[in-house]
């Protein structure tokens, strides 16, 4: 639909958006089995794909069964395309071999963590920082696995190819075939290969479950709405992954639940949606007066509020959503404005709720990685503020490794200081705020954004650039995933096999024809990206996909509104848990909110969100650590 669309001003009101279709169920992972399963003319290798269950190790110690390097397709060609498996002790019955691995058979009577094997949730970490690959595990670690088997369930990392090479990596020549949609192919291809083989192992087909931060957070919400998705079946199929039973029953790829921390994603308008939240703010460095991309900036800002008129998407209590200009001339005005401004007050009173005072914040260093693999990586400074936040360390979309970080003890830390004055700096030492009023003051030591009701412990704030100003400065230039030298992160996400970078956005795109002569007054404008954009846009991968497809497979919402073609064509995870850190300049506050309402407009049964205040780029929580809040989601989510 989009790509036949006229940018229209946004102007357009309420009344002029498309409303959502019908509301339906979304099917289960076992009715989503019933999908059609392939093209027909596949020949699937069930040999090839059966679990070898005599070949399981055991950690005495702590009670697990575990396997890696376990093939969970046929005709992968990459290292990557393995996975580990790990499994508490109380599920299995187990003979020992004479080479000193076990031969199992799962034992439907134990119990761990209030589950049976048949009843355990299977989780599903996705540490792919930027898109990057996610190495298979190829040793046993038991302090990254030991919350979640604790806890009953059944824990799988699944190897998963990443973006293309960058420059100046050591990862520029890679040896096998990468970027989108690859990642979440080989994501399901995983899924599908547990699931066929469930009759043997433990675990409930009903409560599968992603998770993941960042990069790994957008792929997590890929997991969870592209269930079944028929446009990933000729990928599926390249790489020998189990599409049907050998009763010819179809093998299914639904997830069940997804949790997603600061989700890079909806990459089709997420640069529009950067520059409406941050950027038309701001006139430095790319967004300066004198340079072409700041008019860039105004018509990115200008498109998304177009695009927003045309979703019709609903708050909660079903107003349409829409854009409109304000006296100022650019389009903060209007019913969508407003919920974004009532979001950002419902954060920072969120935290004064949450936080008792005296209130004290001091740095603390995290570690990077949350897999058996990835083991952590260079420790990060950050603030840690009393009442224990959510864990993590903040990186930028193509930077180092993210995903659910650790101390060394394998617990979540406090991280970001949940309310940092200043847009998330990190301090070297410690401050106490001695009463909410004190807190608010230092928010407005440049100048008053922020009323403060002591009596009712109330923030509001006057507008959403006023936040941006003092809380949420854009740190990417214009075209924040998809820049003009194609040297970001998600520009490696959509190479090929010429180009290890390519340009994605066709709004973008199309801000650039239309608006070239306006352009060309510009000193820095250079035509040639017209042709660029051209040439990736109308390029194919190896399976022979256009780039716009591509892009619609690494889009959740292009799965979740009747915006887009792709509306109800996939099985849709029933539970959603989204949390993200309002101050973090990563991506657009509009990008969680966004799938936020559309999630809850497509009816899916519970969207548990949250934007944490003062939180960066980072597995943000309120309270509590984020491993243990994720674990209670799960369990919370198998008891329904």
């Not at 390519?502 to 017209?530: G, P």
Request: aromatic share 12%; net charge negative; hydrophobic share 30%.
């Amino acid at each position: 639909m989009r790509f036949g669309m006229k940018l229209l001003s946004c102007v357009l009101v309420a009344s002029t958006a498309l409303s959502l279709g019908a509301v339906s169920e979304p099917l289960s992972a076992k009715a989503a089995g019933t999908e059609p399963a392939g093209t027909g003319s596949y020949q699937e290798n069930y040999a090839g794909l059966t679990f070898d269950n005599t070949k399981w190790n055991y950690d005495q110690t702590n009670n697990v069964f575990w396997q890696i390097g376990v093939k969970y397709c046929t005709n992968g060609t990459s290292d990557y395309e393995t996975l580990g498996i790990y499994v508490p002790g109380q599920y299995m019955r187990s003979v020992k071999n004479s080479d000193g691995t076990y031969t199992c058979s799962v034992n439907h009577a134990g119990t761990a963590g209030g589950y049976t094997a048949s009843t355990a949730p299977v989780v599903w970490p996705v540490d792919t920082p930027g898109y990057a690959a996610q190495a298979a595990p190829t040793s046993y670690s038991y302090d990254s696995v030991s919350d979640y088997v604790k806890a009953g369930f059944v824990y799988v990392l699944a190897g998963m190819r990443g973006r293309q090479g960058m420059s100046g990596t050591s990862d520029t020549a890679l040896s096998y075939s990468c970027g989108a949609p690859w990642g979440i192919t080989d994501l399901k291809a995983a899924i599908r290969y547990i699931r066929y083989n469930l009759n043997t192992l433990p675990g409930d087909t009903d409560n599968f479950y992603t998770f993941g931060m960042s990069g790994g957070g957008a792929q997590s919400a890929l997991a969870g709405a592209t269930g079944n998705s028929a446009l990933y079946t000729p990928y599926l199929e390249s790489i020998g992954a189990a599409m049907t039973y050998s009763n010819g029953t179809a093998v299914n790829d639904a997830v069940t639940g997804s949790m997603c921390w600061c989700p890079i994603t909806n990459l089709d308008i997420g640069d529009e949606a950067y520059e409406w939240n941050m950027g038309q703010y701001f006139n430095t460095d790319t967004r300066a007066s004198s340079t072409f991309t700041s008019a860039l900036s105004a018509d990115m800002a200008s498109a998304f509020a177009d695009y927003i008129n045309q979703m019709g998407l609903k708050s909660e209590d079903g107003t349409t959503l829409s854009l409109t200009k304000s006296d100022t001339g650019i389009c903060n005005a209007g019913s969508y404005y407003d919920y974004i401004k009532s979001e950002i007050e419902t954060s920072l009173n969120n935290f004064l709720s949450d936080n008792s005072f005296p209130y004290t914040y001091t740095s603390t260093s995290v570690q990077v990685g949350n897999t058996p693999t990835s083991g952590g990586a260079q420790a990060q400074g950050f603030a840690q503020a009393n009442g224990g936040q959510g864990t993590g360390a903040q990186t930028d979309a193509q930077g180092a490794p993210s995903g659910t970080k650790t101390d060394a003890d394998g617990q979540g830390m406090a991280a970001g200081g949940a309310g940092m004055p200043g847009g998330g700096s990190s301090s070297s030492e410690s401050i106490v705020y001695q009463t909410p009023q004190d807190y608010i003051d230092s928010l407005n030591k440049d100048g008053k954004w922020i009323s403060y009701d002591a009596a009712t412990n109330k923030a509001t704030i006057t507008s959403v650039g006023d936040f941006v100003k003092n809380c949420k400065n854009p740190s990417k230039p214009v075209g924040a995933f998809d820049v003009l030298d194609k040297s970001r992160g998600e520009n490696n996400l959509f190479g090929n096999a010429e180009n290890t970078s390519a340009h994605f956005d066709t709004f973008e795109n199309a801000l650039l024809i239309e608006n070239q002569a306006k352009y060309a007054k510009f000193s820095d404008w250079k035509s040639s990206c017209l042709t660029d954009f051209a040439a990736d846009l109308s390029s194919k991968d190896e399976i022979g996909t256009v780039m716009t497809t591509r892009s619609d497979m690494y889009n959740p919402m292009y799965y979740l509104s009747d915006y887009y073609d792709g509306y109800k064509t996939s099985n849709v995870a029933k539970y959603w848990r989204i949390r993200t850190g309002i101050n973090q300049s990563d991506t657009s506050l509009c990008t969680e909110e966004d799938l936020k309402l559309a999630l809850e407009n497509y009816g899916v049964k519970s969207v548990d969100f949250a934007t944490v205040w003062g939180q960066p780029h980072t597995t943000a929580e309120r309270t509590g650590s984020s491993t243990d809040n994720f674990i209670a989601w799960v369990n919370d989510c198998a008891a329904k």
